[in-house]
């Protein structure tokens, strides 16, 4: 890179850090319950001391600008953890093994909810985040892949994995809540699409392996259904959602 070219682009840096530096001299962004309980005991009394300053209740100047309108493709670029890798190796694999669009598509967004979101129960929040863009059977895949990977299904060649075994201990049983569930889901109609998203899950965690967003960018044209708004300002059930992922700390 040429001197002059690495000195303009540092000094554009700085300027973007003092920029930060005021703002958040002015603002406070605030750290929803959710996100420290654990970390700390959420019983115990929050410090909403601001100094002087006001709460902050839109951009958190840390993070990367969203767009006015922003797409699925910007929050995968902006706004989830390098997690994602898992999303789209997934897709591959799905779209290698010669799966309808509809399956990659599931693939790519099966753990939305674990690398942009919120961990616990990631299946149904991913469902809830997609409903208002995908087909049906797609959103309620995503839903149902988080109950049926804990059961194995011979016919689709599908084990317990082992790297469960590695990550909760040989004597980690599914909550009732997750059994019963998988009851149900086991004699829907769609058993097959969430077990297929299963099946791609297990081969989609090579450390080596790099895939880019920009190989689903067609599939995602086709089978998401992208608000003109932007996502989080069409007033879709899941708006709030999307809108949380780009304000995180927002005050209220
Ligand atoms: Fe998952
Ligand atoms: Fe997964």
């Known amino acids: 890179m040429p001197e002059d070219v690495a000195e303009s682009l540092s000094a554009r840096a700085d300027a973007l850090e003092a920029r930060m530096i005021d703002e958040l001299a002015r603002v406070m962004p605030a750290r929803s319950v959710l996100y420290i309980s654990g970390e700390s005991d959420p019983r115990a009394p929050l410090n909403h001391e601001a100094n002087g300053r006001r709460f902050l209740m839109g951009h958190d100047p840390r993070l990367a600008k969203m767009p006015d309108r922003p797409a699925l493709v910007d929050f995968f670029r902006l706004r989830m953890n390098p997690g994602q890798q898992h999303l789209l190796q997934s897709a591959r694999h799905a779209r290698l093994a010669g799966c309808d669009e509809k399956i990659v598509l599931a693939c790519l967004l099966h753990d939305i909810s674990v690398v942009g979101f919120i961990r616990c129960d990631h299946g149904y929040w991913g ?12 959103s309620w895949a995503i ?7 804990f059961f194995p299904d011979p016919d689709f060649g599908y084990e317990y994995p082992d790297l469960y075994v590695k990550f909760f201990g040989s004597d980690f049983q599914p909550e009732p809540y997750v059994v019963r569930a998988y009851e149900q889901i086991r004699k829907h109609r769609w058993y097959g699409t969430a077990r297929l998203i299963a099946v791609h899950d297990l081969y989609a965690f090579d450390a080596d392996v790099r895939v880019e967003l920009d190989e689903f960018i067609d599939v995602i044209e086709r089978n998401f259904r992208q608000p003109e708004e932007g996502l989080g300002f069409d007033d879709s059930p899941a708006a709030h959602m999307w809108r949380t992922m780009n304000w995180p700390t927002r005050f209220l």
């Not at 839903?143 to 990977?149: P, Y």
Request: aromatic content about 6%; charged content about 25%.
């Open 127 to 138: 469902e809830q985040l997609v409903a208002p863009y995908v087909d049906e059977e797609i």
């Open 143 to 149: 839903g149902a892949h988080q109950v049926v990977r």
